[in-house]
């Protein structure tokens, strides 16, 4: 699967650095190395895409696979109640352009986000 150089988490998705906590075929996921709640994974696609703009028809089963993986996960941690975020772009907070679902439970959240 082509991986895109100086990409962080193409490293962590090729085991690198860090410890995947899930991996399949398509997706790994792995614990946010600066939480933002109790519980705080990424889910991300082990091919390199830089934001949810590049999405294309071909990727319909990654794009549900990510969000079934940030279901299966939140379920095995015992969360009924969690937050689902992937920020598009710089303008929305995106800082890390290698698709990625947060995933962050464990405490109340507030709406609009800021
Ligand atoms: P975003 O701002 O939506 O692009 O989210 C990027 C996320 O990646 C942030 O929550 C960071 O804390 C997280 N992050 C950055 N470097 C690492 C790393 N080496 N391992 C795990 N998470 C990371
Ligand atoms: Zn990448």
Same mark, same amino acid.
């Given at each position: ?71 299966? /996960? ?9 937050? /689902? ?15 990625? /679902? ?13």
């Amino acid at each position: 699967m082509a991986a895109a150089d100086n990409c962080l988490f193409c490293r962590i998705v090729a085991g690198e650095m860090g410890a995947c906590i899930y991996e399949d075929d398509l997706v790994a996921a792995f614990e946010d190395i600066q939480p933002q709640a109790p519980h705080h994974t990424l889910i991300v696609p082990r091919e390199h895409l830089a934001s949810s703009a590049e999405f294309a028809p071909q990727h319909e089963a990654l794009a549900g696979r990510l969000l079934l993986t940030a279901a299966r /996960l939140a379920r095995e941690k015992g969360l009924e109640s969690y937050r /689902l975020v992937m920020n598009c772009g710089e303008e929305a907070g995106q800082s890390v352009f290698h698709i990625h /679902l947060h995933m962050l439970g464990g405490r109340t959240f507030g709406w609009p986000p800021g």
